[in-house]
Structures are given as structure tokens and as C-alpha cells.
């Protein structure tokens, strides 16, 4: 039984946008070539069925790749490639292409690698590659293919094709495809923070607590003397620069009579900077410091103080200040003048006179007589 043959043609190839008629950019970014009509005649006559696949073989420079056929409407002697497929192959415009008949096997597994990290930007790959596959009837390993989203274009190598034959090439129509990506061309992995917790120095110095040194206890390592929050330097350090009050006070409302301050004059002077003057920002550094630890390390060392219980002070001699004996309190709270002294005395005195001239009038009164003994 004698061997089907083959469709086997010399072309002069030329790329897609030489092709008379309007732009097809569809074509250019597929991976379909056009044909005369001469070629659709001698195919069927050879009962080359669908899909109708070829080899593109660039005899001079040993190059090949695969690709399907889109219309028969070429000028005779003539086929039109993709701008990319003239690339892989070599080829420059009125070359002379072989093309060969050809079966692929259905792509079960292929693996892609965009050519820049632009592609990344693509909210759903996915469905942007089922869309551009359209344009394709088979992919073959080691081509580097375009596709157009959103008027920019895109490369895309072809790494891997399964099953794996001796073509290196597989079928992409009618077939269920399963599509892995490799990391983009110049595609950086972000650092990673390292693992200390710890906040750095800003300034570039040394942070507080001095030299990180890796013997003796952790209090040790980490000078915990220096920044513990009853440590001297972190005290005078906390009383110079946490108060909130150390700038001169200013009355909201000035008093009546009182002359306004002279405006200085807009004018620039030569040599003299019209911008105010910063107000320079004060840091905090009241509280307990920041840790210098390494990674993986944990400090307990702070001071405990613990919560003193019912009857300490009693205990230790504090006097411990009755409260809510039905002794008046003042909000002031300080000692009272001798004028306020003299004042509650003289106010006991007119109580007690008072008292006094109400008893005896209520010994008159009882010492009155009735209207019977006027009688008697």
C-alpha cells in the first residue's frame, strides 16, 4: 500500500501587511497563512482533510515551523506569513518558503513565557489567551508568537508542548489545553523585609542602647541599663523634651489700650529669606525604648511592679486618709485664712445669742396669765 502523499510547494513569502486590500491585524498576530487558490486545488485533489496543517521550512537557514491556513486569496506564486513567523524562520520579503502537508497531534499541555513583565499587567490572562488562540491551528516549541490586547503588543515563547513528538509540535483546535506560564522575561522576585521586628536608627547612628554584642545575658546584649524607663539618661531625656508647655504663652485676647505689635514690612530685603522660619520637631523620648533584638529573640526583662492588695498600707505605716465621714470638703482643698476662721466664729456666736433670746421670750410667754384668772 502506497504512502498518501503530500502537498509539498515553493513560495516567494512576503509578510501579511503587504497583502493588497485593508489591514488585517488579526492575521499578522495568528499563526494562519495565505495561500493561491492553485494550492486549495491541488489539496483537494490529494484529500488533504481538515484542519489542514503545514510545515514551513526555511531550507537555507535550516529553520522550521508549523502553521495553519487561513484563506486561498494570494496572487499565484506568492504566500503571506505573520510578521513573527518571517522572524522565527529567518525570512526577509520575496524569499523562497517550502511548504509540506502535515498531522499534529491535539495539544494536551503547553508552557508559555512572556517576553516582558508588561504582560503581567493583564487583569485575566486567560481569557486574553483563549481570544489570541483563535488565530492559531498549532503552536510549536521554541517560536516566539504575538498576540494585540488593548492596541499593545505582546511576544509570548512557546517553552514546552505535550505530547512531546518528533515534530516538537502539537494542535491547538478543538482540544482541551491546559496552559502553565513561567516567570516574564526581567521579572525581579519583591524583597523580602528582613525578619527583625525591631525599628531601625534614622539618623544612621547607633540606636538606643548602644552596640548589639552577642555574649553575657540578653540584658546585656541589648544594654538594657541605658534604656530601661527608670534609667537616668531616659529620664532627663523624657523631662527635657516631653513637656508640652516649654514655649512662652500668648493671650487669645488682647487688652483694651494695649498698642499691636508693628507689622514688619512685606518688602523683601536683599539677602533675607521670605520664608518663615521651621518650627524644629521635637521626638519623644519619654516611655520605655525600642528593643534591639536579633531574629528570633525575646525579652522579658522589664520591671515588674506588682499590684498592691487590700491592707498593704496599713501594714507598711502609710496613712491612709479616711473619706466620706460627713466632714466637709473644699474643691480647693487648701488651709483656711485666719479671716475665714474669725468669721465662723462670730457666726457660732450670733447662733448661740439667738438661741438664748428665744428662750427667755418663750419664758415670758409662759409666764403670762389666762383670760380665767383675769375673772377671778
Not at 514655649?247 to 514688619?264: E, H, R
Not at 468669721?343 to 427667755?360: L, S
Request: positive net charge; hydrophobic residues 30%; proline residues 8%.
Amino acid at each position: 500500500m502506497t504512502a498518501p502523499k503530500r502537498f509539498d510547494e515553493y513560495y516567494r513569502c512576503y509578510p501579511v501587511a503587504m497583502l493588497p486590500g485593508p489591514e488585517r491585524e488579526n492575521v499578522n498576530h495568528g499563526g494562519k497563512v495565505i495561500m493561491p487558490p492553485s494550492a486549495l486545488d491541488k489539496l483537494t485533489r490529494l484529500h488533504i482533510t481538515y484542519p489542514m496543517l503545514f510545515e514551513l521550512i526555511n531550507g537555507n537557514k535550516e529553520r522550521m515551523t508549523h502553521g495553519g491556513v487561513l484563506e486561498f486569496i494570494a496572487e499565484e506564486g506568492k504566500i503571506y506569513l505573520p510578521f513573527w513567523t518571517m522572524q522565527t524562520l529567518l525570512l526577509e520579503p520575496g524569499d523562497l518558503l517550502q511548504i509540506k502537508s502535515t498531522d499534529l497531534p491535539p495539544g494536551q499541555f503547553v508552557k508559555l513565557q512572556a517576553q516582558s513583565t508588561a504582560f503581567l499587567d493583564i487583569s485575566d490572562p486567560k481569557a486574553v489567551l483563549e481570544n489570541a488562540f483563535r488565530n492559531f491551528s498549532c503552536l510549536t516549541k521554541g517560536d516566539v508568537f504575538t498576540f494585540a490586547y488593548n492596541d499593545q503588543t505582546y511576544e509570548m515563547a512557546v517553552l514546552e508542548t505535550k505530547p512531546e513528538t518528533s515534530k516538537n509540535a502539537i494542535g491547538v483546535l478543538e482540544t482541551d489545553l491546559e496552559v502553565d506560564f513561567a516567570a516574564p522575561v526581567g521579572y525581579e522576585e519583591p524583597k523580602r523585609p528582613s525578619g527583625t521586628s525591631t525599628p531601625r536608627s534614622i539618623t544612621g547612628g547607633l540606636p538606643a542602647g548602644g552596640t548589639l554584642h552577642n555574649q553575657g545575658t540578653m540584658a546585656q546584649a541589648i544594654n538594657y541599663s541605658s534604656i530601661a524607663p527608670t534609667s537616668t539618661s531616659a529620664i532627663a531625656g523624657a523631662k527635657a523634651i516631653s513637656s508640652n508647655f516649654l514655649l512662652g504663652g500668648q493671650k487669645l485676647n488682647a487688652k483694651k489700650g494695649s498698642k499691636a505689635p508693628t507689622p514688619k514690612a512685606s518688602t523683601p530685603m536683599a539677602g533675607t529669606s521670605t520664608n518663615p522660619p521651621q518650627t524644629p520637631i521635637i521626638r519623644r523620648a519619654n516611655g520605655p525604648q525600642p528593643l534591639r533584638l536579633q531574629p528570633g529573640k525575646l525579652f522579658f526583662g522589664y520591671e515588674l511592679k506588682p499590684v498592691r492588695k487590700t491592707g498593704e498600707g496599713k501594714q507598711e505605716g502609710v496613712d491612709t486618709k479616711p473619706m466620706f465621714q460627713g466632714q466637709g470638703q473644699t474643691l480647693r482643698g487648701g488651709v483656711k485664712r485666719k479671716g475665714d476662721v474669725a468669721e465662723e466664729a462670730k457666726a457660732k456666736g450670733k447662733g448661740k445669742e439667738g438661741e438664748k433670746a428665744k428662750e427667755d421670750e418663750g419664758k415670758k410667754l409662759s409666764g403670762g396669765r389666762t383670760l380665767k384668772d383675769g375673772g377671778k
